[in-house]
C-alpha cells in the first residue's frame, strides 16, 4: 500500500513538474506587462486644408485607445483616428491608452493661400515716352489662387491695366504695385522722351580758317540719335563773319564765335577769316557710303516653350496603413540580488598640532622728515664786480655798462675758452673775432660764473616728509596651528532584495506598421508650343565712293 502511494505521489509530482512551462506560454498575467503606444506617424505631418489622414495607434498589451485634438477648429479626429484639417494652423492629436499617450502634430495649410508675389521683369525698366510693358506676376506655390490687383504711384507718369499692361504717358519716375492676397511686388519704371535732344555737336572744332572769298557750311549733330529739335545759330560778331542756318559768310579778317544751340544745350567753333591769299586749301576726298543688301530682311518663329504633355492629378497619391501585433514568448529570468553601496568613512591620519613662525611688518625710516631752508643762486659776474642775471646777457647794452671791452689778443689767446655761453654773447655784441679798444686794468673783459647760497624767508620754506620701507620681519614666537584628521571615503556594498526567479516577456519582434502606396489617378493634357516671331533685318555691306572734295582746314568743296 505504501509503495502504491509513494508511486501515485511521484506521478503527480513529475504532471506538476510538465505543466508549469506550458502556463508560463500562456498570455502574460494581468499587470506584469508594461503598456507601450505607438503612432502610425509622428513628428509634425502637413495636411491641405480639406484634407484626410488615418491615424493609427498600436497598444502593447492590447487596450483600448481614446483620441483627442488640441484645437477642433483647426483639425478634429474621430474615435478611430480619422484626422480631418478644418483650418490654416496647427493642432496636436493625442492617443491615449491607459495612463500612456502618443502624440503627432498636426499642420493646416491653404495650398490657394499666396505666401509670395514676383515680378519676372525684374525691379526696374525703362521705357520710352508713349510705348508699353507688359508685366508678368507669378504666385508661389504654384497652387496658390489670387486675383491680382495692379495700381500706378503716378498716372500721370504711366499708367496700368488690370492685366498689367504699362503705357508711359510723361517723362519721370513711378512704381508699379501688383498686390495679391496680403503679398506684393513692385517695380521702378522710368519714361523718357527719345526724341529730346540730350547734347549737341559741331562736325568741325578747334580753330577754322575761311578765306574772305568762300563760304562755310556747318553741320550740328543732337544726342541720342532719336533726338529732334530746332538748331538755332549764332555768331559772336557779326562785323566779321555771319551765319545762316549753319552757313558761315565772311565779312572781313577776325575771329568769331559760332554757336549752335538746341533747348538748353549749346556747341562752339572758333573760325578765323583770313584774307584769300594767306589761304591754300588742303584737298582731301569726300566718300559716299552705298549700301549693298547681302541677304533680305527675314522672319523667324521662335519656340519659347516647345509642345508638352501636363499630367493633371484627378485624385493624389495616398498610402494605406496595415499594423501588424507585437510578437513575443515568456522566459523564466534569473535576478540577482538587489542593494547600493554606502560610503564608509575612513581615517588615514588623526588629527594633530603644528607650530609655526609669526612674521609682522614694520616701516624702517631711510631719511628723517627736514626742512629746506636756504636755494643755490648762480649769477655773471664781470670783473669789475657787477652782477647780472644769466638771462640779462642778451639785453644788457655793453656800452651802458663800460666803454670798455676786451682786446683782440685776448679772444686769440684762449681767454674765453674756458666761458662759450659768455664767449658767444661777446661775438654776438661785438663781431667774430671782437674789436675794439680797452684798458684791460679796468677790469671790464671778462666774466665769472658765481654760485652762493641764501636763506629763504620763512613763508618760502619747502617741508620735506619722512622717507622709508616696509619690511616683513620674524617676530621670535610661534603660533599653534590644529590640522584635522586625513580621512577618506570607501564605498560599501548594502543589499537591499535577495535574488528572485520571474517569468519574463520576451519580444521576438517589434509591432510594426506597414504603408502601401495607392498610385494617383491622373489624365494627360496636351499644351501647344509657344512662340514669337523675331524680325531679322537685312544683311548689307557698304561701298565707299568719292563724291568730290573738301578742304582739311577751311571746310570749302569742289
Not at 521683369?121 to 508699353?132: C, D, I, P, R
Not at 644769466?390 to 689767446?413: A, F, M, R
Request: glycine share 6%; aromatic share 6%.
Amino acid at each position: 500500500m505504501k509503495k502504491h502511494f509513494a508511486l501515485m505521489l511521484a506521478l503527480a509530482l513529475a504532471v506538476a513538474t510538465l505543466t508549469v512551462p506550458a502556463l508560463a506560454e500562456t498570455a502574460p498575467k494581468a499587470g506584469k506587462a508594461k503598456t507601450v503606444i505607438t503612432l502610425s506617424h509622428s513628428g509634425t505631418v502637413t495636411l491641405n486644408k480639406g484634407d484626410t489622414l488615418q491615424l493609427t495607434a498600436t497598444v502593447t498589451p492590447n487596450k483600448k485607445v481614446t483620441w483627442k485634438s488640441s484645437s477642433k477648429k483647426i483639425a478634429t479626429v474621430s474615435k478611430t483616428g480619422m484626422v480631418t484639417a478644418k483650418k490654416t494652423g496647427t493642432a496636436t492629436i493625442t492617443a491615449k491608452a491607459g495612463k500612456k499617450t502618443a502624440k503627432v502634430k498636426i499642420k493646416v495649410v491653404d495650398p490657394n493661400k499666396v505666401t509670395k508675389v514676383t515680378l519676372s521683369n525684374g525691379k526696374s525698366a525703362k521705357l520710352n515716352l508713349g510705348s508699353t510693358l507688359q508685366l508678368n506676376a507669378a504666385l508661389k506655390p504654384s497652387t496658390a489662387r489670387a486675383t491680382l490687383k495692379w495700381k500706378s504711384s503716378k498716372t500721370k507718369v504711366v499708367t496700368v491695366d488690370g492685366n498689367g499692361l504699362v503705357t508711359a504717358k510723361a517723362e519721370g519716375k513711378a512704381k508699379i504695385t501688383v498686390t495679391a492676397g496680403k503679398k506684393k511686388a513692385t517695380i521702378t519704371i522710368t519714361v523718357v522722351n527719345p526724341n529730346k535732344p540730350t547734347g549737341i555737336s559741331i562736325n568741325r572744332s578747334g580753330t577754322v580758317k575761311l578765306p574772305m572769298n568762300e563760304t562755310l557750311t556747318l553741320t550740328a549733330t543732337l544726342q541720342p540719335s532719336t533726338a529732334v529739335g530746332n538748331v538755332t545759330w549764332k555768331t559772336s560778331n557779326k562785323k566779321v563773319a555771319t551765319v545762316n542756318g549753319g552757313v558761315v559768310t565772311p565779312k572781313k579778317k577776325g575771329t568769331v564765335t559760332i554757336t549752335a544751340k538746341v533747348g538748353k544745350k549749346s556747341a562752339k567753333v572758333k573760325i578765323k577769316v583770313v584774307s584769300a591769299s594767306e589761304h591754300q586749301h588742303a584737298w582731301e576726298p569726300v566718300y559716299a557710303t552705298n549700301t549693298v543688301v547681302d541677304t533680305p530682311a527675314w522672319d523667324e518663329t521662335v519656340v519659347d516653350t516647345p509642345a508638352w504633355d501636363e499630367t493633371v492629378v484627378d485624385t493624389p497619391a495616398t498610402t494605406q496603413t496595415v499594423n501588424h501585433p507585437e510578437e513575443g514568448h515568456y522566459e523564466q529570468v534569473e535576478h540577482k540580488a538587489e542593494g547600493h553601496y554606502e560610503t564608509k568613512t575612513v581615517t588615514d591620519k588623526e588629527a594633530w598640532v603644528d607650530y609655526e613662525p609669526i612674521y609682522k611688518d614694520r616701516w624702517v625710516v631711510t631719511q628723517e622728515a627736514w626742512t629746506e631752508k636756504t636755494k643755490l643762486i648762480e649769477v655773471v659776474r664781470c670783473y669789475c664786480g657787477k652782477v647780472f642775471n644769466p638771462k640779462e646777457l642778451k639785453t644788457v647794452s655793453w656800452g651802458d655798462h663800460s666803454d670798455e671791452c676786451i682786446t683782440v689778443q685776448q679772444y686769440y689767446n684762449g681767454f674765453w675758452d674756458n666761458q662759450p655761453d659768455v664767449k658767444e654773447l661777446i661775438e654776438e655784441a661785438y663781431g667774430n673775432p671782437p674789436t675794439c679798444d680797452g684798458d684791460i686794468n679796468k677790469r671790464h673783459d671778462g666774466y665769472s660764473i658765481v654760485s652762493y647760497e641764501v636763506d629763504l624767508d620763512p613763508s618760502e620754506w619747502i617741508e620735506h616728509p619722512e622717507e622709508g620701507v616696509w619690511e616683513n620681519y620674524f617676530t621670535g614666537e610661534y603660533e599653534t596651528v590644529q590640522h584635522p584628521a586625513e580621512t577618506h571615503e570607501e564605498k560599501v556594498w548594502v543589499e537591499d532584495k535577495a535574488g528572485w526567479t520571474e517569468n519574463k516577456w520576451v519580444v521576438d519582434k517589434k509591432a510594426w506598421t506597414e504603408t502601401i502606396n495607392v498610385p494617383a489617378k491622373t489624365h494627360v493634357v496636351h499644351h501647344d508650343p509657344v512662340t514669337h516671331v523675331v524680325h531679322h533685318d537685312a544683311v548689307t555691306h557698304t561701298e565707299q565712293v568719292v563724291t568730290g572734295h573738301k578742304c582739311s582746314t577751311c571746310g570749302a568743296t569742289k
